[in-house]
């Protein structure tokens, strides 16, 4: 018999850092008492206080992980550095670098084990294929069976000896054992169940339930005398909580995908979730925010039997020294302001002032900045007015950006040869809104369409176009269906419609029609139409399953959805928003909804 004992060990993590190598501008909102309110009158509101920060970038995250390794040895604690999945995507580092700055920068920070996020598989699994043969560290995909994988493939996924995937002879996850004062601790991983419902897989390699393959895991290592389990997931806050109450004999859960800041921020005016390493059914939680804004820590004494003892720390928001009255960082604070809050932040638990590592400087400026500064500088289009984003319509209207979005993929199909007939878009692939003002090709491709996804083009029945447009909404809604989010409401051009949430399943889209030859003309269930949109809607998720069944299967423009964007905004020359909205949505405020959602 195994005669197992105590161990010691500190966890630092991130997550969701979706290719944010540089720092972002932060707005902190600080007490009355900070700064006497008669000296910053301009920033001063209701006896409070906001100035604008640096914060987080790898530099950052750089140095305060090397101060939390120093930390642990320096008090007897074994230390590792994990990254809880999504690394891919977010801003133009990606678009112009895809994963190589990503493998080159996690190196270089030190990541030594990470969780495959739903962003990794955006463009299928040859990014991951080449991310791994690039890093040297292993990523945790436990529930991702690799078994049925085409071995023929260009570089396959399979025989990757830093890739943890599926065993599919045990029925476990693949692990790793980390020696913590003597005593064996294990870590694996999970990600999304539903991968190919929203990120776009390989049809060859497939998810297995994440609760049966933690089961499988964790007897498994019991069996062989380990007691102390690490679980690195990307499944999201609520479904980490959920599968801790499900479970026995985690440790701790270490997690990502829904961007989640764990701790009491009202200190610096944000919002406060859940305290740090909450506890479920003796399992600690935890999630370090999004965009290498914080480094989160966690320490961890393990009982003898497994269980933790005792736990403790925290997410940092990783602060620079210096804080502004703008966000652009031109307008300063006197000296005696700046020496307040400086010494208010410093005096908070949950602020890290830390100096960039010039390691991790050094890599940027020599490699990839000089790229993304030229595309900044890269101007493609003036804006009239604020293009308001949101993802389903509220009481001001729908999006004013997501329209002009659609009408460049339109407009891409076109010029390619295809007589498109309209465009249809997910609300989720448009992240931002635009201010007025100039718009450059970074602004393009690193805020407004980060995601590199190519488009495509495709045939349908009018009959499927209706489904489809249904389903994408009720998905977003909620409506008769657990959805996958707000981001599958969808936007269109040359193609408008009714959405009326209270009507029967199937009967909901009404007034849908295109416009053609000059005018609008009704959409017929039973004629073929060609339609536009991003492989991700293209391919039939999140609600728009319809679409699968189609005339002509989707075909590649072979052209991403930023650079038909900037292709029609360089043509435009002027930005404004549509006059008209093409979607009316009529939301669902009757007894019958309710009765419907109760039912679902």
């Known amino acids: 018999?195994?005669?197992?004992?105590?161990?010691?060990?500190?966890?630092?993590?991130?997550?969701?850092?979706?290719?944010?190598?540089?720092?972002?501008?932060?707005?902190?909102?600080?007490?009355?008492?900070?700064?006497?309110?008669?000296?910053?009158?301009?920033?001063?509101?209701?006896?409070?206080?906001?100035v604008y920060a640096s914060c987080g970038g790898f530099a950052r995250v750089s140095t305060a992980v090397k101060e939390a390794r120093k930390y642990a040895y320096l008090n007897g604690r074994?230390?590792?550095?994990?990254?809880?999945?999504?690394?891919?995507?977010?801003?133009l580092y990606f678009s112009l670098f895809k994963g190589q700055a990503n493998a080159r920068l996690l190196n270089a920070v030190g990541v030594e084990a990470m969780a495959l996020g739903n962003h990794e598989l955006d463009m299928g699994n040859s990014l991951v294929a080449d991310f791994l043969d690039q890093v040297n560290f292993p990523m945790m995909a436990g529930n991702w069976d690799l078994s049925q994988e085409d071995q023929t493939k260009r570089n396959p996924l399979r025989d990757k000896s830093n890739l943890y995937a599926y065993d599919n002879i045990t029925g476990c996850a693949r692990?790793?054992?980390?020696?913590?004062?003597?005593?064996?601790?294990?870590?694996?991983?999970?990600?999304?169940?539903?991968?190919?419902?929203?990120?776009?897989?390989?049809?060859?390699?497939?998810?297995?339930?994440?609760?049966?393959?933690?089961?499988?895991?964790?007897?498994?290592?019991?069996?062989?005398?380990?007691?102390?389990?690490?679980?690195?997931?990307?499944?999201?806050?609520?479904?980490?909580?959920?599968?801790?109450?499900?479970?026995?004999?985690?440790?701790?859960?270490?997690?990502g995908h829904t961007h989640t800041m764990q701790g009491d921020f009202t200190n610096i005016g944000y919002g406060e979730t859940d305290q740090y390493a909450i506890q479920v059914n003796g399992t600690c939680v935890v999630q370090a925010g999004c965009?290498?804004?914080?480094?989160?820590?966690?320490?961890?004494?393990?009982?003898?039997?497994?269980?933790?003892?005792?736990?403790?720390?925290?997410?940092?928001?990783?602060?620079?020294?210096?804080?502004?009255?703008?966000?652009?960082?031109?307008?300063?604070?006197?000296?005696?302001?700046?020496?307040?809050?400086?010494?208010?932040?410093?005096e908070q638990t949950n602020i890290s002032m830390?100096?960039?590592?010039?390691?991790?400087?050094?890599?940027?400026?020599?490699d990839y900045r000089p790229a993304v500064r030229e595309r900044q500088t890269n101007h493609v289009a003036d804006i009239t007015e604020t293009l308001r984003h949101v993802r389903v319509p509220d009481s001001h209207g729908g999006s004013a950006i997501a329209p002009l979005v659609v009408?460049?993929?339109?407009?891409?199909?076109?010029?390619?040869?295809?007589?498109?007939?309209?465009?249809?878009?997910?609300?989720?692939?448009?992240?931002?809104?635009?201010?007025?003002?100039?718009?450059?090709?970074?602004?393009?491709?690193?805020?407004?369409?980060?995601?590199?996804?190519?488009?495509?083009?495709?045939?349908?029945?009018?009959?499927?176009?209706?489904?489809?447009?249904?389903?994408?909404?009720?998905?977003?809604?909620?409506?008769?269906?657990?959805?996958?989010?707000?981001?599958?409401?969808?936007?269109?051009?040359f193609l408008?419609?009714?959405?009326?949430?209270?009507?029967p399943k199937g009967q909901r889209i009404e007034a849908l029609e295109f416009f053609k030859n000059g005018q609008w003309q009704p959409l017929r269930d039973d004629e073929v139409y060609t339609s536009v949109s991003s492989g991700y809607t293209a391919t039939g998720k999140e609600g728009y399953q319809a679409l699968l069944d189609c005339e002509m299967a989707p075909v590649s423009l072979d052209c991403t959805m930023a650079e038909a964007f900037e292709s029609y905004a360089r043509e435009q020359q002027v930005l404004s928003a549509p006059q008209n909205d093409l979607i009316t949505y009529i939301p669902c405020e009757c007894e019958a909804h309710e009765q419907e959602q109760g039912a679902a």
Request: a negative charge.
């Open 407 to 493: 009408e460049s993929f339109v407009r891409q199909g076109r010029l390619a040869g295809y007589d498109v007939d309209f465009g249809i878009h997910n609300a989720g692939g448009v992240r931002t809104s635009l201010n007025p003002g100039p718009i450059s090709s970074a602004d393009i491709a690193g805020r407004l369409l980060p995601f590199a996804i190519g488009l495509m083009v495709y045939q349908v029945k009018g009959v499927k176009i209706r489904a489809a447009l249904e389903g994408a909404i009720d998905n977003a809604v909620d409506n008769g269906v657990e959805g996958t989010g707000t981001g599958s409401f969808p936007y269109t051009a």
């Open 78 to 91: 074994e230390f590792m550095f994990v990254h809880a999945g999504d690394c891919f995507q977010g801003t």
């Open 291 to 346: 965009h290498a804004l914080a480094l989160g820590q966690i320490h961890i004494d393990f009982a003898a039997d497994g269980t933790v003892e005792q736990v403790s720390g925290g997410n940092q928001l990783l602060l620079g020294r210096q804080f502004t009255l703008d966000a652009t960082r031109n307008e300063h604070l006197d000296p005696d302001c700046h020496e307040a809050v400086k010494n208010y932040l410093k």
């Open 1 to 50: 018999m195994t005669q197992n004992n105590k161990a010691q060990i500190t966890i630092a993590h991130i997550n969701d850092t979706h290719s944010h190598f540089e720092p972002s501008a932060v707005l902190l909102t600080l007490p009355e008492h900070v700064i006497h309110p008669h000296s910053l009158t301009e920033s001063t509101s209701h006896g409070k206080t906001t």
């Open 496 to 503: 408008r419609f009714t959405y009326r949430c209270c009507q």
């Open 354 to 366: 830390c100096a960039k590592d010039p390691v991790i400087e050094n890599i940027l400026n020599l």
């Open 175 to 255: 692990y790793i054992v980390k020696e913590v004062q003597g005593e064996p601790v294990a870590l694996f991983g999970l990600t999304i169940e539903n991968m190919d419902k929203i990120a776009n897989p390989d049809p060859d390699t497939s998810f297995r339930s994440v609760v049966q393959v933690a089961e499988n895991t964790i007897a498994a290592l019991r069996d062989k005398g380990i007691n102390k389990i690490v679980l690195l997931s990307h499944l999201g806050y609520e479904r980490d909580l959920e599968l801790a109450a499900q479970i026995d004999g985690l440790g701790v859960i270490i997690g």
